[in-house]
């Protein structure tokens, strides 16, 4: 089994800042490619950054210039440093990473942390 534990979401008013974290832990072999995506209730999660194990990123038009993505491969962890943050940034994000247990990669999602920005 692999679980993905974030943490770091909360409350900001705009133009702030927040860092979410995202640990991998269980039966891992090996980790590729981590990202963090994004959904409001009733909508389709978004991609939000993507960062494979070679450190190569991809970011959303919309958060580019604002949001740096991270990661370590040591400890299994990715990072989302959220700055200038805006109201429309409000929603459930979710850290999502490729795994292997064995040899065989499977899609594996954290349960979600909420990020709130006040206008």
């Known amino acids: 089994q692999v679980h993905l534990v974030e943490s770091g979401g909360g409350l900001v008013q705009a133009g702030g800042s927040l860092r979410l974290s995202c640990a991998a832990s269980?039966?891992?072999?090996?980790?590729?490619?981590m990202g963090w995506y994004r959904q409001v209730p009733g909508k389709q999660r978004e991609l939000v950054a993507t960062?494979?194990?070679?450190?190569?990123?991809n970011y959303a038009d919309s958060v580019k210039g604002r949001f740096t993505i991270s990661r370590d491969n040591a400890q299994n962890t990715v990072h989302l440093q959220m700055n200038s943050l805006k109201p429309e940034d409000t929603d459930v994000y979710y850290c999502?990473?490729?795994?292997?247990?064995?040899?065989?990669?499977?899609?594996?999602w954290g349960q979600g942390t909420q990020v709130t920005v006040s206008s």
């Open positions: 999502k990473a490729r795994v292997a247990a064995t040899i065989i990669f499977d899609d594996y």
């Open positions: 269980g039966r891992i072999k090996s980790v590729g490619a």
């Open positions: 960062i494979t194990n070679g450190g190569s990123t």
